[in-house]
């Protein structure tokens, strides 16, 4: 079966590396624990996912690992935070590998972006990995871009996730 592959271009790859600064700024800020920098990434809307069964589209009415809006978000900050929560103490120190982006759609004012992340934990000297699949999807506005919802599809999601200290 000989299928030709376009590649986009314009259009689709405007904004391309706007978008990519921007989820790379996201993860760094992530991995180096700056938190308040990190929650003001976000439209006061947006949702952060993170579902159990691969290829669900209905967050809302699906099990999630995360489901958060924007008081959750601030509470899972202040979890990891506090050192009270078992699963956020001692907190891990991470580091994030993001490729593969795809732009999937850029009207101007919103932009929806898929990479992969690989994400190793160090924590209680023990050192884990995850992979997933990401989507963003940003929403332009007066300071930029911003968050309007992170779906992170972890490749192995349907095993438990263990307890985390840190946001994927």
């Not at 947006?46 to 489901?67: H, I, W």
């Not at 506090?82 to 120190?93: D, E, K, L, M, Y």
């Amino acid at each position: 079966m000989n299928m030709a592959v376009t590649i986009p271009t314009q259009p689709l790859t405007e904004g391309l590396m706007e978008a990519m600064a921007f989820v790379w700024l996201e993860a760094d800020l992530l991995d180096h624990a700056s938190y308040d920098e990190w929650l003001a990434l976000w439209t006061p809307e947006a949702k952060y996912v993170v579902p159990v069964e691969p290829g669900v589209q209905d967050f809302e009415n699906s099990l999630n690992y995360a489901y958060d809006d924007a008081e959750l978000r601030v509470k899972r900050v202040e979890r990891i935070l506090s050192g009270f929560s078992i699963s956020a103490s001692p907190v891990a120190r991470t580091i994030r590998s993001l490729s593969r982006f795809r732009l999937l759609s850029n009207d101007g004012k919103t932009i929806e972006l898929r990479c992969m992340q690989h994400l190793t934990e160090f924590r209680r000297g023990r050192e884990r990995s995850y992979a997933a699949d990401i989507e963003f999807r940003l929403e332009r506005g007066p300071d930029g871009l911003k968050i309007a919802q992170k779906v992170i599809r972890l490749i192995k999601a349907d095993h438990a996730l263990g307890g985390i200290s840190y946001i994927l």
